[in-house]
């Protein structure tokens, strides 16, 4: 929600995966792989966002496993 200023309340991607405290969390189990693969996307592009990796590289991989 735009109109919510305060975060996390307004939600939204905003790359903190890519820190050690996120990566620990029992739900993040595993995306530490998947960082493995966007960090050379990141370093070969830096204009582009962590947040925007993340994003994209979620509705790819739901695409491939079909949904």
């Known amino acids: 929600d735009k109109n919510i200023e305060e975060f996390p309340k307004r939600g939204g991607a905003n ?14 189990a595993g995306l530490v792989n998947a960082l493995k693969i966007i960090q ?9 966002t962590y947040a925007d990796l ?3 590289a979620s509705a790819t991989a739901i695409e491939e496993a079909g949904g």
Do not use: C, M, T, W
Not at 17 to 24: I, S
């Open 15 to 28: 790359g903190s995966l890519r820190f050690e405290v996120e990566l620990k969390h029992g739900a993040n």
């Open 54 to 56: 993340f994003q994209l």
């Open 40 to 48: 050379p996307i990141k370093d070969k592009y830096p204009g582009v």
